[in-house]
């Protein structure tokens, strides 16, 4: 990816409420010495950004398919003893107990990729984790 398209992961659990959006700016940009974004061949994107300075997101995947056949993937933490501290206090204790959630990323250019998550493998307040079948 190049340019200047910003992306934001949006976050919400049951009813379906807004939890949280994250802000992931990086589009052109390296993170390390690598692009932060890259082409997964014709498939779709990967982000990857080892410090998690966007807002603690660390990693998303993006993969394209015929309808109900694309993955998002979004991967964000803190750990202070990297100096890690920029995901947002309290989301997963707001998901603590949810029955699923919802991901969605929006572009700048207007694209948007999302998926329901009903498989809460993890809510116990201090770790959230939900995959789709």
Avoid at 59 to 82: A, E, F, L, M, P
Avoid at 110 to 119: E, I, M, Y
Wanted: glycine share 14%; net charge positive.
């Amino acid at each position: 990816m190049s340019g200047h398209t910003a992306y934001n992961v949006c976050l919400y659990g049951d009813g379906p409420t807004l939890i949280g959006t994250y802000s992931i700016a990086k589009a052109g940009q390296v993170c390390g010495t690598k692009a932060c974004w890259r082409a997964l061949a014709t498939k779709g994107y990967k982000y990857f950004d080892k410090d998690a300075g966007s807002d603690g997101i660390f990693k998303i995947v993006v993969r394209g398919g015929d309808s109900g056949v694309g993955s998002v993937v979004v991967k964000g933490k803190n750990n202070s003893s990297k100096g890690q501290t920029s995901l947002p206090m309290g989301i997963a204790s707001v998901l603590s107990g949810s029955s699923e959630a919802i991901v969605q990323i929006i572009s700048s250019d207007a694209d948007c990729f999302g998926s329901t998550l009903p498989n809460v493998k993890r809510a116990d307040g201090s770790t959230f984790k939900a995959v789709s079948p």
